[in-house]
C-alpha cells in the first residue's frame, strides 16, 4: 500500500517561531512527518508539501493547485492534511477526481501540542484509506464522511453526517 | 456509529505507580479513555474494562472471556485493546463470530509515553471500522490486517501481511 | 516556603482557542497552575493572574501594576511569569523592591508543546527561591542573573551575563 | 559556570524497550539528556552514564563509585540523577565531600512520559546549583533540602524538611 501525503497547512501544522519578538505562530514543516517517524509505519509513502496556509487564506487558485495535484499524483490512496475551516469547500472541489481515494484531515489543535488531536486524526485516514473505495472523504472526529454528506456545527466545531 | 472498546492490558495501557518503591509498571485504566476525551468523537461509544494483563500472561480461560464479550455484545463493532505479543491467538480465538466487525490493536509504547503510537493506532482502527464488514482484524503499523493474513516479524517487531 | 506566582503573559501561557476560525493563539489561564499540578509540591503557594498579555504589548501602567502587585505582596518569595521579549524592562522597573526575592522567568515555546521549555524554566526559579537573597533576578537558560547584569542575544534570543 | 550531571539510574531514566516481548521497563540514556538538548542551555556542562539501576538494587560498591566520581571530577557543580527510593542513602554517603556542590535528585514518573515531573525536577536542581553554597542537597518536590534534614513521608512518598 503506497499512500501521497499532501500537506495544504492548517492548524495541524502550526509551530512556534523560535525567535525573538515572535508574535503568530507559522505553518512550517508538514506534522504528518512528525506523525510517520513515530509509528514504524508498514506502509509506503510520500508527503509533499504544496503549502502553507491557513485554510482561510486558500484562494481559488490555491485550490486548483491542490486538484492538480491530485490528478497528477500516480499514486491513488491520498490523504490532504487542511485547515478544518474551509476543508469542506477544498473536498468539493476535488469531486470530478474519480480514479482515486482522497480523504481530507486535520486538527483542532497543533500537532507540537501534547494534548494534540493530530496523531490520532491522521490515523484515522490511515485507517480509512486501508479499505475505501475511490471517493473523496473528510475525516474528523473518529468518523470517515462522504464530502457531499458532511456540515460543520458552527457553535461545537464538530463535524456530522446530512 | 457506536462502537464498543474492549480493554484486555498490554503495553497500551501501561502506567507507573505513584507510591515509594515502584518496581514494575502497572495496568490500570484503559488508556483508550484518555484518548477518546482528547479527540471530541462524533460517534457513540462503551469501554468495558475486562482484563488488565500483559498479552504474554492470558490464558484460554481469558480468551474465552474476550470472545464472550464479543459473542454478549449488542454492539456489532467492536475494538480490543491488547498487548501486542499474543494478538493475532486472540484474533484466531475470535474467528467463530460471523455477525461483528471486530479489530484488535495495541501499541509498542504506553499512551502514558509522550512518543507513544497509542493515540495513531486507535485512530486507525477507528477509521477502519468505519468502513469494514464484518470479519475479524488486526491494526499494527497503520495496516487492517485480515486476521488470517498476517504474522510478526520477530526481529523489527513489524506486522506483515502473509 | 510560600511562593506568590504572577501571571502577566507571554509565549509561556499561550494556547489554542477551541472555536472554529481560530486565527491567533490566546492567552488564558496561567500555565504554572498546570506545572504545578503535576509536580506535589513541598511547599504553599498563591497564583495571581494579574495581565494576560504579549510581553511586547505591555504599557507603562501595566508595569505599575506589577509592582504595585509586588509591593503589595505579603508573601516575600516571588515567581513572576513573562514574555521574554520585554522582561528585562519589567525587571528593571521592579528595582525599587528591596524586601523581597522577585524572579522573573518565562518560556520560548507555550506550556502547551510537548517539548516546552516551560515546566524546566519554571523548575529553575523556584529551585533559585528556595536559596537566594532578597533581589531582583531573572531565570532563562538555566541560569539566574541578577536584573543588572543580563542582557538578550538578539540573533539566538539566549539571555546572557553582561 | 559548569555542571558535571552523573547519571545513576532510577525512575527518571526507566524507558520501554522496542522488542517484542518486553516486559520490563528498561534504563537506558540518562534522561538528562534530553531535557538539556530542549532547553538551549546558558552554561557548559558533562553528562556521566556511571550506573543504570533502580536505586532499590544499588549496593555499597556502587555507592562508593558514585562517591569516587564525586571526588575526582575537576567540576565542583555535580547534579546526581538517582532513583528516589534511596536517594537519601546516597546523600549520606557523601558529606565526606566538602569542595564541591552536590544535589541529587529524580523523578517519580519517567522524563519519557507526557506528564513526567522529570524537567521540573532537573530544572530545580539547577536553578539552585547557581547559587548554593558547598554542601550536599536533595531537590524533590519543588524544595532543596540540606542532606541531614531530609525524609520521606512513606505513604505520600513526598519529602519533607526534619
Chains 1, 2, 3, 4 share one sequence.
Do not use: W
Request: aromatic share 8%; proline share 4%.
Amino acid at each position: 500500500m503506497k499512500i501521497l501525503f499532501i500537506q495544504t497547512g492548517g492548524t495541524i501544522d502550526k509551530d512556534y517561531p523560535l525567535l525573538t519578538r515572535g508574535y503568530p505562530f507559522e505553518i512550517t514543516e508538514p506534522a504528518v512527518q512528525r506523525i510517520l517517524e513515530n509509528i514504524n509505519p508498514a506502509f509506503d509513502f510520500e508527503i509533499l508539501p504544496l503549502l502553507q496556509k491557513d485554510s482561510l487564506d486558500l484562494t481559488e487558485e490555491d485550490r486548483e493547485k491542490i486538484l492538480q495535484a491530485c490528478i497528477d499524483s500516480a499514486v491513488n490512496k491520498i490523504i490532504i492534511t487542511h485547515g478544518t475551516d474551509t476543508i469542506i469547500e477544498t473536498a468539493q472541489k476535488l469531486s470530478q477526481v474519480k480514479d482515486k481515494v482522497i480523504i481530507l484531515t486535520g486538527a483542532m489543535r497543533p500537532e507540537r501540542f501534547s494534548n494534540s488531536d493530530a496523531g490520532f486524526n491522521i490515523g484515522v485516514a490511515i485507517g480509512a484509506i486501508n479499505v475505501l473505495d475511490n471517493g473523496i472523504y473528510i475525516a474528523m472526529n473518529g468518523k470517515i464522511f462522504d464530502y457531499q454528506k458532511v456540515a460543520r456545527d458552527s457553535e461545537t466545531g464538530k463535524f456530522l453526517e446530512i
